[in-house]
């Protein structure tokens, strides 16, 4: 059981908006703006897409965005694209004991 | 970005050790904090611990603390994670990762599959 909650599964059509939500506690999310998030296709190796909460890398589509409320962190992905299906994980730093929790991820389907 | 080589695939035994090499081609270890994460089959990402080279300074998940030791070796620019007591559910690919000052990972290895089998 994964310490961060996120839906196991969401779907969207090519050009529509999702999104993701990851659900922690006051000891992780709540407490901390050091939420990030992955993109992993099978097979493949994560890659970082939104750090910080709300940052980009370099190189990541300005179609991802990522934002906070509470105990819940969110990424959106907008103008949905097929190459975007893939599994999505969001993670938190959870103080000096803990360190870093992971959600279970996401598997994200384009219609 | 730094490209990160990991060492190759490995079959354990149960109760023995593994250890897990991670180079930064192109770079220094002093430059970098590296993390370890690992991936069960079919499963999601697990962080295992991480060092930061120039300080001499490991933090370990607790899941794990007293079986993993990550390690950093300036000589020959390449960082360690080993992993004692090896069982059934150790199996995963291990990934080594740079992490950023916010706790985020950037630059990721191709991954090392270790396999504990009898």
């Known amino acids: 059981q994964s310490a961060l909650t996120q839906p196991a599964s969401v779907s969207g059509s090519p050009g529509q908006s999702i999104t993701i939500s990851c659900t922690g506690t006051?000891?992780?999310?709540?407490?901390?703006?050091?939420v990030s998030w992955y993109q992993q296709y099978p097979g493949k190796v994560p890659k970082l897409m939104i750090y910080?909460?709300?940052k980009r890398p370099s190189g990541v589509s300005n179609r991802f965005s990522g934002s906070k409320s509470g105990n819940t962190a969110s990424l959106t992905i907008s103008g949905l694209q097929a190459e975007d299906e893939a599994d999505y994980y969001c993670?938190?730093?959870?103080?000096?004991?803990?360190?870093?929790?992971f959600g279970g991820g996401t598997k994200l389907t384009v219609l | 970005q730094v490209q990160l080589v990991q060492s190759g695939a490995e079959v354990k035994t149960p109760g023995s050790s593994v250890r897990v090499s991670c180079r930064p081609s192109g770079g220094t270890l002093s430059t970098y904090t590296f993390s370890w994460l690992r991936q069960a089959p079919g499963q999601g990402l697990e962080w295992v611990g991480d060092?930061?080279?120039?300080?001499?300074?490991?933090n370990y998940a607790q899941s794990l603390q007293g079986r993993v030791t990550i390690t950093a070796d300036e000589s020959t620019t390449t960082a360690y994670m080993e992993l004692s007591g090896l069982r059934f559910d150790d199996t995963a690919v291990y990934y080594c990762?740079?992490?950023?000052?916010?706790?985020?990972?950037?630059?990721w290895g191709l991954g090392t599959l270790v396999t504990v089998a009898s």
């Open positions: 006051n000891n992780d999310v709540g407490s901390y703006n050091l």
């Open positions: 993670c938190s730093y959870a103080g000096t004991s803990t360190f870093v929790v």
């Open positions: 060092i930061i080279p120039v300080l001499g300074l490991s």
């Open positions: 990762a740079t992490e950023r000052n916010s706790w985020s990972f950037d630059s």
């Open positions: 910080e909460v709300t």
